[in-house]
């Protein structure tokens, strides 16, 4: 889909110089002299490598179109993950690097995860916002300690360590943040 150089806005998805490119940052100029031009900072999701670009205000770019479809992740097969649509029960498998290890860490039997495809390749994942985990190690809660705000380390039940209030123990279920890996609540 062709959409005109002034409607580029950050977090878009573009199909430019035979590569996907997401934007990071756009800034539109109106110079006292010659023709308005927005400056557009883009990230390759498939290097990484940054690009900045100049397009007049008449330029157009080709808006790349993703499908998002919920999987549900089933198994970990080696280096492989293995999910499955939940629409039409076709499984794919990703390799642990590309899914990321950050993103890895909190992946469960049955979690449904967000792919998005690019004419039929993965270019992204996306996790919920929260898991729920369960509590399997940290050190005994002391009488009137619980009066501080102080937070002590724990063990989650996917290896993780995670800060949590001292009143709390072991066999306790926490809400822990996927984007950051912090503990927010506990769970009902």
Known sequence: MKINANTIKPGMILEYQNGLWTVVKTEHVKPGKGGAFAQVEMKNLVTGTKLNERFRSDDTVERA???QRD???LY?????????DTENYEQISLSKDWVGEDQVRFLHDGMVV???SHEEKPIGMSLP???????IETEPTIKGQTASSSYKPAKASNGMRVMIPPFMGVGERIVVSTETGEYMKRAD
């Open 114 to 116: 967000v792919i998005e």
């Open 129 to 135: 916002d929260t898991v729920v985990l369960e509590v």
């Open 71 to 73: 999987h549900s992740f």
């Open 76 to 84: 970990e097969d080696g280096d492989m993950l293995v999910f499955m």
């Open 65 to 67: 179109v993703l499908e």
